[in-house]
């Protein structure tokens, strides 16, 4: 390993081909291990349960979607594999940061000719889009586009067709975002 | 078949069949207490081998954050006090075979002492202090003239006050999984672990961070060490302490302890801290956070699963 990697060179990643590769073993270990594949938005949604469910007990007892994410015996929503999987991306991502040099300061990505206010209200609406969205499509480019499709399931496939393929469209009107 | 009943009359609210009187107190003033030795110890370790100039934060800046944590420490002890008005008759005896005993009187001197050390230190680490009356400014320069000896106090005092947060609890018999010697200087090495991550986090020298990490280190791969022959220990002994072990290997603390402490706590801020000497570039606060994350998640478990674990059935 080249000791002089530089943070604030050009960050370094792998070829995405090679990253593909990797993913897809990863998900294979995913369900040789825990029995099921990934889920990000999986995590954050059973984040907001536990919220609900800290403020609110009868309100998500009740409520027809919040009370499918309680576990019967009481315990937290926390206490699952999707928020323990989160918790080790974040790490493994600091981990591969620090190798490449891309762990820098603590800095906000974004294209030059935007300011922060503006990337970060773009980054949370979208995020509630796709937050949205990965509810109706039963799950986001991870759950559904990934470990969906490694199962072969069809939703999987229309989730991910449809995620990207819409993606490109859009990308157009709100290309000076990133250029 | 002929059928008994058996009334055990072993139904003691709290205290049997399972111990619950030790809350969050007990845990935070033994996580406290750990750091303040941790810090104590390196500060006097390298005042006696003069390195003060290059270990700034080791010395001076750590030793700051001493009192406030004896003294918060001290406060959540109190808090877990059942009769806090009577608290003062621990200094009424001296009792050698009792560890409760042995930290009382270690506190009532390291207390004054951490003051008195981080006192010395006020004016060089905040260069504008005026202590307002001569007759202070002549103690601490009294107290200045005997640093030598106060390191070596404080590095005595520092050693006892984190093998005792150990011992505090393998004392009490009665629990299997604190029924253990090697406890006392787990929590030591724990303790200084923590100490040595806060202050990692303070320094700003390269060098003396360098120096830091690399016992650091050492201290890590010790404890994961006596974690695992406290647990082979455990799993070699009779049934009890099997279950007591179970407790962390499949049982209702396995995850928590593997997944906070081990990894988080323990083996991924070592990666860390071996990538740093080996010149990639990491955010220093990182491992840490979480090696004290690590130490205070592990104080918590130890008291917890502690308290569940027991002889009789």
């Known amino acids: 390993m080249d000791k002089k990697i530089d943070a604030k060179k050009r960050p370094v990643y792998i070829n995405p081909y090679f990253g593909g590769l990797l993913l897809g073993l990863l998900i294979l270990a995913s369900f040789y291990i825990a029995g099921r594949g990934l889920s990000a938005s999986g995590s954050a949604k059973l984040a907001v349960v536990e919220v609900v469910h800290l403020v609110a007990p009868e309100h998500a007892e009740n409520n027809a979607y919040y009370s499918k994410f309680l576990p019967e015996d009481g315990s937290s929503p926390l206490f699952n594999w999707l928020i323990f999987g989160a918790i080790g991306t974040f790490f493994g991502g600091m981990l591969s940061g620090a190798v490449y040099g891309r762990l820098g300061k603590l800095r906000i990505e974004k294209s030059p000719k935007i300011s922060n206010r503006t990337r970060l209200i773009a980054a949370g609406a979208g995020g509630i889009l796709f937050g949205i969205g990965s509810q109706f499509g039963r799950g986001c480019s991870s ?21 990207f393929g819409v993606g490109y469209l ?10 | 078949m002929k059928e008994e009943l058996f009334i055990s009359g072993r139904d003691i609210p709290n205290i049997d069949p399972y111990l619950n009187i030790w809350h969050w107190e007990i ?38 954050l001493v009192p406030f944590a004896l003294v918060l420490g001290l406060i959540a002890l109190f808090l877990d006090l059942k009769h806090q008005l009577y608290f003062w008759r621990l200094y009424t005896t001296i009792r050698l075979e009792s560890p409760m005993s042995w930290g009382a009187w270690t506190l009532m001197f390291v207390t004054p002492l951490s003051m008195a050390w981080a006192a010395s230190y006020m004016k060089e680490v905040f260069p504008k202090w005026d202590w307002k009356f001569k007759f202070i400014d002549q103690i601490i320069n009294f107290i200045i003239e005997y640093r ?42 724990s303790g200084m672990s923590t100490g040595l991550a806060t202050i990692i986090w303070m320094s700003k ?52 302890f593997w997944v906070f402490v081990i990894i988080l706590g323990l083996i991924f801020p070592a990666i860390l801290e071996i990538l740093e000497l080996r010149g990639f570039h990491i955010p220093i606060w990182i491992p ?26």
């Open chain 2, 288 to 313: 840490s956070l979480l090696i004290l994350i690590g130490g205070l998640v592990f104080r918590f478990v130890m008291v917890e699963a502690g308290q569940i674990t027991r002889y009789l059935y």
């Open chain 1, 170 to 179: 859009f990308a157009y009107f709100f290309r000076k975002l990133w250029i």
């Open chain 2, 205 to 256: 020298s390269k060098y003396e961070r360098k120096v830091l990490s690399r016992i650091d280190l050492i201290f890590i791969a010790v404890e994961l060490f006596l974690i695992i022959h406290m647990l082979m220990g455990f799993l070699a002994a009779s049934e009890v302490q099997i279950e007591a072990a179970q407790l962390f290997l499949g049982g209702e603390f396995t995850v928590v």
């Open chain 2, 27 to 64: 845990p935070v003033y033994l996580f406290l207490g750990g750091l303040a030795a941790g810090i104590m110890f390196f500060a006097g370790y390298f005042t006696i081998m003069r390195k003060e100039k290059e270990m700034q934060a080791t010395v001076k800046y750590a030793p700051m």
């Open chain 1, 143 to 163: 759950g559904a586009a990934l470990s969906g499709t490694s199962a072969f399931s069809f939703g999987g496939l229309i989730v991910m067709a449809l995620m």
């Open chain 2, 148 to 189: 030598k000896a106060m390191a070596w106090a404080l590095m005595i005092l520092a050693v006892i006050l984190g093998v005792y947060t150990g011992i505090l609890l393998s004392a009490f018999n009665a629990r299997p999984l604190w029924n253990t010697s090697i406890l006392g200087v787990l929590f030591l090495v």
